[in-house]
């Protein structure tokens, strides 16, 4: 069964959506970029910003 033009043309362009997708959570949401937080660094963060 032969795709139509416009069938490729629309499951190319979703292939690169996806593909720049997983470009952009790799680059910068995996989770070697995510910042490693303590409950002793929350406390103190939150008590250093509650108003007096």
Known sequence: MRT???G???AV???FKLL???ALYVMF???GH???VTPAQMAEA???SAPR
Do not use: H, N, V, W
Request: aromatic share 4%; no cysteine; net charge positive.
């Open 4 to 6: 139509r033009p416009l």
């Open 8 to 10: 490729r043309e629309i």
């Open 13 to 15: 362009a979703l292939g």
């Open 20 to 22: 720049a997708l997983i």
């Open 29 to 31: 949401f995996s989770p």
């Open 34 to 36: 995510r910042i490693k």
């Open 46 to 48: 939150i008590s250093a």
